[in-house]
């Protein structure tokens, strides 16, 4: 009897030994996670009050998130994003058949999953099928819906939506979303052209918009829109320092992209892409293939934080 009484001590002082370590284990993983969810957070208020009030930094826009090292528009690739320090990520928002919004740049799937057809053709049931390619061979990430995105990126940093479509039915799930989980203010909605806004401002009087401009008349008929449009998204073609300043100075962003000649230029020659950037002086956010390559560049410069 005496032997069973101290085991059965024995054991219920290891049984209070466990339940103290399991406790102390669960009380550092709830430590760690507030501790990130802090920081994350912490990013986020950091690279919207650059945004915001600190024109001079140069911004970093990676173009469908870092798809170098991962598979364009991936979850993967957004964490990547994430991870080195980026500002904001572009993504696309297409609506498969059964209206689900996914992230896909392409009209059709072929270039990049194993699978072959146009996304609106396709349910989202269909697009669970088949694999992102990643120079051309097939991993194990799947085409995400922009609500796993809208969920990674929350609190995290900046989200660039390029909305490709037309319908009014993705139109109201897109906003519906992005007011839902409250992340208008971190989120800039791309329109290829400015008349389209005020049909999404209807939505969400809440939404900011980027939009695309392609000469000095569209750039004046931005600057007297009501809605938000913190940035303008401008071109080579028409690129003055001074009708830039023009829209620096109204307290907006000028967005220019890298993509295609600079990027190229960088990867031929370093420095050099981004130094021919850098003459259109009043570029405040880059847009890259090249996110990294570009944070290491500016912050080198003073540039970037």
């Not at 919207?48 to 798809?67: K, Q, W």
């Not at 270039?111 to 390619?133: E, I, N």
């Not at 600079?262 to 002086?281: C, I, P, S, T, V």
Request: glycine share 6%.
């Amino acid at each position: 009897m005496a032997n069973k009484l101290q085991n059965s001590g024995a054991y219920g002082v290891g049984l209070k030994t466990a339940y103290a370590k399991t406790l102390k284990t669960f009380l550092v993983c709830v430590v760690c996670l507030v501790f990130t969810a802090a920081s994350a957070q912490a990013n986020l208020d950091s690279i919207l009050y650059d945004f915001h009030h600190r024109p001079n930094r140069v911004l970093v826009a990676s173009h469908r998130a870092t798809h170098l090292r991962y598979p364009e528009n991936s979850l993967a690739a957004m964490r990547e994003s994430i991870r080195i320090g980026v500002d904001v990520i572009e993504t696309d928002v297409r609506e498969t058949k059964d209206g689900v919004l996914v992230c896909m740049h392409d009209e059709k799937i072929d270039r990049t999953t194993t699978g072959k057809g146009k996304v609106t053709d396709l349910t989202y049931a269909g697009l669970q099928k088949y694999f992102l390619l990643f120079n051309g061979k097939p991993t194990l990430e799947k085409i995400p819906t922009f609500k796993e995105v809208l969920a990674l990126v929350k609190g995290k940093i900046m989200l660039d939506i390029d909305y490709k479509e037309e319908g009014d039915r993705a139109a109201a799930t897109t906003t519906k979303m992005l007011r839902q989980m409250n992340m208008e203010k971190q989120c800039l909605f791309f329109l290829y052209d400015y008349k389209d806004a005020a049909a999404f401002y209807t939505l969400d009087k809440h939404l900011q918009f980027m939009i695309r401009t392609h000469n000095k008349e569209e750039v004046d008929s931005v600057l007297h829109m009501s809605a938000a449009v913190p940035a303008i998204h401008g071109d080579d073609d028409f690129y003055t320092d001074s009708l830039m300043a023009v829209i620096r100075h109204s307290g907006k962003r000028v967005w220019m992209n890298a993509l295609g000649k600079y990027d190229d230029m960088e990867r031929a020659n370093k420095g050099a892409g981004f130094d021919a950037m850098l003459q259109m002086k009043q570029t405040n956010v880059i847009q890259t293939d090249l996110p990294e390559d570009l944070l290491i560049y500016l912050r080198a410069k003073g540039l970037h934080r």
